[in-house]
């Protein structure tokens, strides 16, 4: 069997139709197709209609597991402290300090109520709560991230989530032990060994036996995706995810095996991952493309890449690092790497990527396992208005307002000139009706 290959393409900021082809590089339609549409809406139906029932059969038809009651698929923590037992000693240290860096980090993201108290005696202020039940989906079988579980566990515990309810399907009977002590170690409440869109669909809703949640988080499959898009607003979700992304920013002053590695690193996620160099050096673009063709072939997942690379990867030359920023915040990446000699100084100029990792030894990989802010991160250039999953989607704000006798006088004055001037008589009235004489 012959070696993949890299047709990666060669783009150059200078040329007058770059932006448009940059563009259509970075275009992606991340609605469902018709086979995905009709499949999610007969499951969110048939759960919501008959609960733990349409759940059971949809494990049952596509885990190819036999069960007939709903406490069959609920895992006993003893289970997952034996997991967590059964580790390599070598395994067990990585999971307690990856989790113990993430936890550190997310503490310092805890908001509190805060008030104040004008001159007439009015309070107002802001209630800080966290929710009350969390729905966390981890995908399961060969596809096991125990690293997902800590960026979307540990957050909802730091922010004082009451329960949280994981869902994870094991095909088979596939169960995977890291998965499982990850859920032991951050304190997931509740396992239910489930997935697919029936899972979010029993999450979303509730069933006789699985509580409904407040909010879904976590990743999945296309079918998952589409399921939580569906149940936004009867639950909260954290984000529709869409394929991985690193752009890198590069001066030519690092090893070029390292940035086509940082490359491979996102491609080898899935075929339609995005991994784009932006270059001022174009002896040093050159040595990256030697480093891929060179590579590639000892890859183990060097279909993937070779497909990602060639269908949605680039290679840029940039006039200037001030370009390259510039080029940066239209793409607005999930992952950018400033693989510059004196990166600092650029950081500024970045408005737009759902993380910033700075400096050649700063590679995106850390940031998925234990450098400590989450890996859960915008995509789809989504960045220029969201950001990273933190401890404040799992908190949420009431308004407090007290208004004073003193303070109604005034308020109310200015009230009922806005409601009249809005046609709304009654909101006038129930605010003149306190006024004095």
Known sequence: MSEPTVAIRRLDARDPDFLPILDALLAFEGGADARIDA???????AVRATGDAAVLEYTRRFDHLDVHAMIELELPKAELKTALDGLSIEQREALR???DRVRLYHERQIQHSWDYTEPDGTRLGQKVTPLDRVGLYVPGGRAAYPSSVLMNAIPAKVAGVAELIMVVPTPRGERNPLV????????V???FTIGGAQAVAALAYGTQTLPQVDKIVGPGNAYVAEAKRRVFGTVGIDMVAGPSEVLVISDGSGDPDWVAMDLFAQAEHDELAQSILLCTDADFIDAV?????????????RDTIATSLAHRGALVRVDSLAQACAIANRIAPEHLELSLEQPEAWIGEIRHAGAIFVGHWSVEALGDYCAGPNHVLPTMRSARFSSPLG???????TSIIQVSEAGAQTLGRIASVLAHGEGLQAHARSAEMRLRG
């Open 180 to 187: 499982l002590a990850a859920a032991a170690i951050t304190g």
């Open 39 to 45: 499949a999610v809406t007969e499951i969110l139906a």
């Open 189 to 191: 409440d509740r396992v």
């Open 391 to 397: 401890v404040y989607d799992f908190q949420k704000r």
């Open 97 to 99: 300090i990856a989790a």
């Open 289 to 301: 493309a030697a480093s891929i063709a060179r590579l590639l072939p000892t890859m183990p997942r």
